[in-house]
């Protein structure tokens, strides 16, 4: 890959403090990636020799999956490490864990944990390139730019199409992640939550706020329908699950009203029957598997970039021609 | 042991007098104080186009001993004290143990009188334990030598054992120090909620939490007659509440920290943990309306909140740091950074809000340079511009909202008890 780099981040910790050139830029080279995941020998040398960690705080398998087979194409060496079965478990700070992963001459960090923040505190003490892969509420980057990838694939724009996100807005990292990326882009945002679970001022990001599941659907090119986190303690108050389905849940009969051809779109994974009937989710509108395949070549794209950039800055001393 | 100080501009509002002068300190007090004084002293220090005022009297600083020596000392706690220019400070209780027993409140003056290096008033809990639960035996904390009680860190919950405790507080004439938090509203939130809290995902906490408390705390005073003071007001609604209350003649008093005045919870874009502090940081208009109170006499006093914590408990994740940041060296440059300089506030009126009003309100008998009052002086050098950093502080931690700011103002002398016990001298005038 040879891309005249306008990509100077040593990280990507957020799409809030990205350009819409930034994020054209890692669009466009995912384009280039996804070719190469379609052809039969589905591997480039562009990362060979860097090291890759994959640090996650919280369990996950699509993202961490999705990381894992990114970096391998690319050649990469990749190591995971779970919480779980790792010296956390025996009080280790997070920044001391990420200097020792540093001091094993890693690369990349990527990195997933509950506290929101947590990667950016990460990237501060390391010379490594940290990417984040979901911080507590706060952000989810790759995951909205896969959505954005999706889009931007199926519609052939982003510039004026009408993305609708339904959910539990208030803790969604995926919600915040896509409202920044895709507001940047000049796409029309609306976001559908029972109240308590649409965050304060959330209206200043650009978005439109509406409590009915029909008026997101009206008009609306793509929904994008968030999972419902039933099973995490938020200390907050949350709906009855049949409830929720029935007032928020996407239906066919409730898809028919909606524009032909809306895309839907979801992050995984999906609880059927509570936000989305399962005749939504594998009907002819949903494009949630392709996601996952858009996933990696998202990725690659992210790995390499910040790969690049790191190895620029951290060379940038030395004279060049 | 002599001391003059020539031709500053003596700031001394209780007395009213702002003009420049010589200041003659004699045995611990001030002995002269007139435009020129021709005689001699042991020490004379130049103080021409410097600001001299009364020590400050900060009511609001955790000094963590006993219990917590990692964080902070009453040593190295009153030794960042005298570099801020602050001479007497009020001691929060919330130690380990708390000061709610005879024994341990001995316990810390015995302390006190062997490392304090400035004069340090010691504040009772309200409960034991800090509990909420079960009042303290008010009249022997008096005669152990508290001058207040607190819960500080905590609201006593229950509006029951509050208006108990005021009532026992009241009868032992002691002031009531009220930490306003509804911790059911608060919950585990880390900032305040609103479009910053949305932003980075962190848990809001309610304005709501703080001036709901602020309310009720003033009704039970009005119930049992005693004098309370609200600390740390953060929020516009309790500038509010507070200034209907005075109106009505009521017997409260309220402070405010630097940071509630300085800065906004947009700090927080980076996820640093130097501004997470409870209450948190508000808004804009929230900032504006405590200016607004300082100004026309809502909020009486400036206090630091002092909290020191290690690097351990703040460098961490963001949802797991300590609440809390030091302020004890940074707020009288704070404060003429951000009141003076921008003219919300004259000289006199900020030594009022540092000196003046927490001395009346403590009954300390201080905060002022009148002839025979005792020789607590600080001297200030306002045009001094300064960086904070890490390396500068006194105080064992580091944990600043202040870090990497210039500020305007800096403490050149602080006079203890008649003696130089801070001087800070610019290299230039080293040799």
């Known amino acids: ?321 | 042991m002599s001391i003059l100080i020539r031709q500053g501009r003596v700031v001394d509002p209780a007395n009213g007098v702002d003009e420049t002068r010589d200041l003659l300190v004699e045995n611990g007090a001030v002995a002269k104080s007139s435009p020129e004084i021709k005689a001699g002293a042991e020490t004379v220090i130049e103080a021409a186009g410097k600001i001299v005022m009364p020590g400050l009297i900060d009511m609001h600083v955790h000094l963590r001993e006993p219990g917590r020596e990692d964080k902070e000392t009453v040593e190295t706690g009153t030794l960042a004290a005298l570099c801020g220019g602050v001479t007497t400070v009020l001691a929060m209780p919330n130690t380990e143990p708390a000061m709610d027993s005879i024994e341990n409140v001995r316990r810390l003056f015995e302390i006190i009188q062997k490392t304090a290096r400035c004069r340090v008033l010691v504040c009772g809990a309200m409960t034991l334990g800090r509990k909420g639960e079960q009042p303290v035996e008010a009249h022997l904390l008096e005669r152990a030598g508290v001058v207040a009680l607190s819960d500080d860190g905590t609201s006593v919950d229950s509006a029951e054992v509050m208006r108990e405790v005021l009532s026992r507080a009241k009868e032992s004439g002691l002031l009531a120090v009220c930490h306003c938090e509804d911790r059911l509203l608060s919950g585990r939130g880390v900032m305040s909620l609103g479009y910053m809290s949305t932003r980075l995902g962190l848990r809001g906490i309610p304005r709501e939490a703080e001036f709901k408390r602020v309310e009720r705390d003033i009704e039970l005073a009005q119930m049992t007659g005693c004098p309370v003071h609200i600390a740390h007001v953060s929020c516009r609604e309790s500038v509010d509440i507070i200034r209907r209350a005075k109106k009505k003649k009521f017997t409260v008093t309220a402070e405010t920290a630097p940071h509630y005045f300085s800065l906004t919870d947009a700090a927080l874009a980076d996820f640093d943990t130097n501004f997470k502090v409870n209450p948190p940081l508000r808004e804009v208009d929230d900032a504006a309306a405590i200016c607004d109170g300082l100004k026309d006499q809502t909020i009486d006093c400036i206090a630091s909140d002092h909290a020191p914590h290690t690097e351990n408990e703040k460098e961490i994740e963001f949802d797991r740091a300590e609440f809390g940041v030091i302020g004890l060296e940074t707020q009288l440059a704070a404060a003429i950074t951000q009141l003076v300089e921008t003219g919300t506030l004259s000289w006199p009126e900020l030594v009022a809000k540092l000196c003046v009003n927490p001395a009346r309100i403590l009954g300390c008998g201080r905060g002022q340079l009148g002839v025979g009052a005792p020789a607590d002086i600080t001297i200030v050098d306002p045009a001094a511009s300064w960086q904070v950093t890490k390396q500068d502080f006194a105080s064992k931690s580091r944990n600043s909202a202040f870090l990497g700011r210039t500020l305007k103002g800096r403490v050149t002398h602080t006079i203890f008890d008649g003696k130089v016990a801070f001087a800070r001298y610019s290299p230039s005038q080293k040799q």
Not at chain 1, 149 to 157: D, P
């Open chain 1, 1 to 321: 890959m040879k891309t005249k780099s306008a990509w100077t981040r040593k990280d990507l910790l957020d799409l809030e403090s990205l350009t819409r050139e930034e994020l054209e830029l890692v669009l466009a080279t995912a384009d280039s990636f996804k070719e190469v995941i379609g052809r039969t020998v589905k591997k480039v040398p562009t990362l060979r020799g860097k090291t890759i960690v994959n640090l996650f705080y919280e369990p996950s398998t699509r993202t961490r999956i999705s990381f894992e087979v990114a970096a391998k194409r690319l050649s990469a060496d990749v190591i995971n490490i779970a919480t779980e079965a790792s010296s956390v478990r025996k009080g280790e700070t997070l920044i001391d864990t990420g200097r020792n992963i540093e001091a094993l001459k890693v690369d990349i960090v990527v990195v997933r944990h509950n506290c929101s923040g947590a990667a950016a505190i990460l990237a501060r003490h390391l010379r490594a390139s940290v990417i984040n892969a979901g911080d507590g509420w706060h952000e989810h980057p790759t995951q909205a730019l896969l959505d954005m990838f999706t889009l931007k694939e199926k519609l052939g724009r982003l510039e004026g199409i009408r993305v609708s996100i339904v959910g539990d807005i208030a803790h969604s990292r995926v919600a915040r992640s896509n409202i920044w990326g895709l507001t940047k882009m000049g796409a029309a945002v609306t976001v559908c939550a029972p109240p308590l679970l649409v965050p304060p001022a959330i209206e200043r990001t650009g978005v439109r706020v509406t409590h009915s599941i029909d008026e997101a659907l009206a008009g609306a090119d793509a929904i994008n329908v968030l999972r419902m986190q039933f099973e995490r303690d938020t200390g907050d108050a949350f709906p009855q699950q049949l409830e929720y389905f029935k007032t928020y849940g996407i239906t066919r009969e409730r898809l028919e009203k909606a524009k032909k051809d809306i895309l839907v779109m979801h992050p995984g994974p999906i609880n059927r029957g509570i936000e989305m009937a399962s005749d939504v989710a594998d009907g002819p509108n949903s494009v949630i598997l392709e996601q996952v395949t858009n996933g990696i070549a998202v990725r690659m794209a992210v790995l390499f970039l910040v790969a690049q950039a790191n190895e620029y800055i951290h060379n940038k001393s030395e004279p060049k021609k």
